[in-house]
């Protein structure tokens, strides 16, 4: 009998285990990648005319350096869904310094770009390094759920939507349960390294500001099929973009030079670098009674399209929480309901839609914004996935239909 339970829960004793480790190192590595990057957002805001020009120099640098370290390296957040579906056998060891240098070259230069792909990406290689050294670990989707959840985690400090995310993102309408327990391990050593080694957690406290009455209701509904629609454009939009750049310039060199030309002109004319790097700015601005314009959310919706089509690397999620949230205190001012209460929604279901994911995004909204307006998050997040139209930011993610007879 004893035999018998060894054998069945040994697997997930190992994992869980090891989920420690990568929780702890992966919330480390993120705790010096974000602290970099927040003084480098500095120095650039302090002075966006003196760095913003040479954003096309950086991109030629950032591409220089990948094709001479490491070319595979390229594929970034594509590369980690396929070993996490099992259709790629390594991560290469050159992936986590060069995504972490070329994001902060990214950000100082004034590109329109988020961090959490690089955190992710760190917490996948840690994970799947480990499991390469531990040969007993053979299942690399378990490993690489466990690294994305950490990077997620130590990043945002949300262990329960880190958790959810990496469970639900690889493939859409599925959760890879085996590797639930290990996730959430890793998220909670991920993010309990990072607060204690003094990364700060971008939090909002939102008091219940509305009755859930038939009418409140409806609008909720009506919110959440504008984000998801906003978000699934979004998806749609990059997707296309990155195809069409490639397309008509296919010397990724000068693609992302003259690329970079344009992207400084427009960044420097559009408020001096006001949608330049994350949109924290933005987010900060809806939440502490700042200047928020009604077209905000669209300059940043597409420079962070033409910074990432370029070639320049970063991530998506901190800018669509900006154009979500920028978005929401816009509505809410239309349909007359607490600006700052419908930007926390559009923080969350933006995200939510862009990504292809429904859990994440409610747990997102509970731990950010409070969880007693849980019921909000989900009936806004569920809308906002039902009308993404099934699109996603990332391209390898796999999608479940039970309505189309598809599977994964």
């Known amino acids: 009998m004893k035999r018998r339970l060894y054998e069945d829960y040994k697997d997930l004793f190992l994992y869980s285990f090891i989920a420690v480790f990568v929780g702890i190192l992966t919330g480390a590595v993120d705790v010096v990648f974000v602290e970099v990057l927040i003084r480098l957002t500095e120095i650039r805001d302090r002075d966006p005319l003196k760095w913003i020009p040479f954003l096309p120099l950086a991109g030629m640098l950032i591409l220089f350096l990948y094709k001479k370290l490491s070319g595979d390296s390229l594929k970034g957040m594509t590369m980690i869904f396929q070993t996490g579906h099992g259709d790629n056998g390594k991560i290469p060891g050159m992936l986590v310094p060069l995504v972490i240098f070329s994001t902060w070259l990214t950000h100082l230069f004034g590109g329109s770009a988020g961090r959490e792909g690089v955190a992710v990406q760190i917490g996948a290689a840690i994970a799947h390094t480990m499991g390469r050294k531990l040969k007993f670990l053979a299942e690399p989707r378990i490993l690489v759920v466990i690294g994305m959840a950490a990077g997620f985690s130590g990043l945002f400090q949300t262990p329960l939507a880190a958790t959810f995310f990496s469970l639900e993102v690889l493939v859409s309408g599925v959760l890879l349960q085996e590797a639930l327990l290990p996730a959430l391990i890793a998220s909670y050593a991920a993010c309990t390294t990072s607060s204690l080694l003094g990364l700060e957690k971008f939090s909002v406290h939102m008091d219940s500001a509305l009755e859930l009455s038939p009418s409140v209701f409806a609008k909720m509904i009506l ?47 559009l408020h001096t670098g006001r949608y330049s790097g994350l949109g924290t700015n933005l987010i900060q601005s809806g939440f502490q009674n700042g200047q928020i314009y009604i077209y905000d959310w669209m300059f940043k919706f597409l420079l962070t399209i033409l910074t990432l089509s370029a070639g320049f690397q970063g991530g998506e999620v901190t800018p ?50 409070g969880p007693q307006n849980t019921v909000y998050f989900v009936i806004v997040c569920a809308t906002a996935y039902a009308f993404n139209g099934g699109k996603t930011i990332y391209s390898a993610q796999k999608n479940f239909s039970y309505f189309k007879g598809e599977g994964a």
């Open 223 to 269: 919110l959440g099929i504008v984000f998801g629609i906003a978000g699934g454009f979004f998806a749609h939009s990059l997707g296309f973009c990155k195809k069409y750049f490639a397309g008509k310039i296919k010397q990724p060199l000068k693609r992302i030079f003259f690329m970079g030309c344009a992207l400084s002109v427009i960044l420097l004319v």
């Open 320 to 369: 669509l929480f900006s154009i979500g949230a920028s978005l929401g205190m816009v509505l809410g001012t239309v349909l007359g309901l607490p600006a700052p209460f419908i930007a926390a929604l559009g923080y969350a279901a933006l995200f939510g839609s862009a990504t292809n994911t429904l859990i994440a995004p409610i747990f997102i909204g509970a731990e950010v914004f």
